[in-house]
């Protein structure tokens, strides 16, 4: 099946830094990638879209500028946390559709825990 | 105001048993409707998609049922095993590929 890889699986920042999270897909294209945020026995919650070549879409609640996402090429979507505070800690989690004969689909990263201090 | 239940956060079976999972919905119409499970720590695996007009789809000792006049859908793992043992997630597929979840039920499968 298709393959999603994210980096860091694990990353510890200090508050007011950012963090850059990779989303790669490994053996196919990828026009949208997903980015959620999971927090501890939640399920996960749609962050944004990310569309090769345009902007995201972001959803309601979720600031832009906070957290900034660039997919430059079909087979990468980077998700940055500027000026990240102890809250942003979280379980983020990107995914990418892919749809083979019509079987839409998303195949998820193994996702990028994050901790803020 | 849209929602998605799942049955209880956890549920407790023996092994060899058919473990039954509840999915439902409301003020949402959803083109197709997919299962998930996810391991502590890790990002949740594809395990089957069914569309809106398909009323079951089985893969190995999973099957799907989808009621769209009920707005539900079952999920059943027959034979179960302790390695079963995870979070199930339901996920309504809606426009442009976007997914919205359902905060999962937890099975553990005791031997």
């Known amino acids: 099946g298709a393959v999603v890889s994210q980096h860091p699986s694990r990353v510890i920042c200090k508050s007011g830094t950012s963090v850059k999270i990779e989303c790669r897909s490994l053996d196919f294209q990828a026009t949208t990638m997903f980015w959620y945020r999971q927090f501890p026995k939640q399920s996960l919650m749609l962050m944004a879209t990310s569309n090769e070549g345009s902007k995201a879409t972001y959803e309601q609640g979720v600031e832009k500028d906070k957290f900034l996402i660039n997919h430059a090429s079909l087979t990468l979507s980077t998700l940055t946390v500027t000026s990240a505070h102890p809250e942003d800690s979280s379980f983020y989690i990107c995914s990418a559709f892919y749809h083979p004969s019509g079987q839409e689909t998303q195949y998820f990263g193994p996702g990028t825990r994050l901790l803020v201090l | 105001s849209q929602k998605i239940e799942q049955n209880s956060e956890a549920l407790n079976i023996q092994e060899g048993k058919t473990a039954t999972l509840t999915c439902n919905y409301t003020n949402y119409s959803p083109a197709y409707l997919q299962w998930y499970r996810q391991d502590p720590g890790r990002g949740p695996v594809f395990l089957l998609l069914?569309?809106?007009?398909?009323k079951e789809k089985r893969k190995e000792r999973l099957k799907v049922t989808f009621d769209t006049t009920l707005k539900q859908s079952l999920f059943h793992i027959t034979a179960s095993q302790p390695a079963d043992s995870a979070t199930y997630l339901c996920a309504l597929g809606l426009d442009a590929g976007k997914s919205t979840f359902g905060d999962g039920t937890t099975l553990t499968v005791k031997p």
């Open positions: 069914i569309r809106e007009n398909e």
